[in-house]
């Protein structure tokens, strides 16, 4: 018994089924979604009111004087400078000796920040992991994360008062037999001092985000290792690290983002004309010829400078960390 199949003439084959165009009811659905998520929950949207409404305020809208680096401003005229100069502020600062002089320091302040200031709070997290004893394990903590609550000032006015002529580093070192050393006055003691000065009140707090981290590691992983020999350093090397990597890899590009902003406040509590060679960063170069030189128009390029090498930084590290390790912010 045969079977008969009809078969279309040449030129009349069906087309090819068309792509299926997105469905307005999708997005209309999404949006009635939002709307219905904003009216359940808006008493918790309106908390992001006041931190929107901050940044907006005192970071977005002064971007717009990033134009007087290109204009001429005078005090008393207009906000936005009297008249278009042009490049002529970036070219002096870029053919200005002293500009390049700060611009090293603050390669060198960021640099030496970020390589002793990032790993120390995982090395302390993890020795605070390995603590058995509750009670010596909280007064670590506590002792160190004090710091952080005190104010920069405070900082600046115990580390000079520790470090000062007839201080009690002074007065250590005269019981060694050795002669007064003027930390405060001496150009190479200034980034052993903003450093040390930097670990002391920083370390502590870091420290809590790589604890929090490290409690998110399955305790599984552990008696896994442990079953195939690893000792006490395999694991930390094979689990810990691994576990808490996110949180390392995300810190070390806000840190990177932030390195040529080496922190202001401190330089100039701790720095003077006589450690001008070695402390001098451009944040503060920035505001003696803004703020005390009234040259703003100069201040201003010199900072949009920094922003710009800033940005780069973190995009850079941002797209590197997202190649290399698949961690990043964005």
Known sequence: MSTSTTSAPPGTQDPPPARAAPRRGTRVSA?????????RDWQLYSLAILPLLFFLVFRYLPMIGNVIAFRRFEPGGSIFGEEWVGLR???????????????????????????FCFPIPIVLALLLNEVRRRSL?????????????????????????MLASDGPVNHVLGWLGHEPIRFIQEPEWF?????????????????????????????????????DGANRWQQIWHVTLPGIRP???TLLILNIGTFMAVGFEKVLLLYNPLTYPTADVISTYVYRAGVESNSFSYAAAIGLFEAIIGLVLITSANQLSRRTVGTSLW
Do not use: C
């Open 247 to 249: 949180t390392m890899v």
């Open 191 to 227: 980034r052993t001092i903003y450093v040390g000065s930097e670990i002391w009140q920083t370390a502590g707090w870091g420290t809590i985000l790589y604890l929090a981290a490290l409690t998110t590691i399955d305790e599984d992983l552990y008696e896994a290792a442990r079953i």
């Open 89 to 115: 502020y970036v070219q002096m600062f870029l053919s200005d000796p002293t500009f390049w002089q700060v611009f090293r320091n603050t390669l060198w302040m960021g640099g030496l920040t970020l390589v």
């Open 31 to 39: 949006r009635t979604g939002w709307r219905r998520a904003l009216r």
């Open 137 to 161: 394990k909280r007064f670590v903590q506590s002792v160190s994360y004090l710091p952080h609550f005190l104010s920069i000032v405070i900082v600046a006015g115990i580390t000079m008062q």
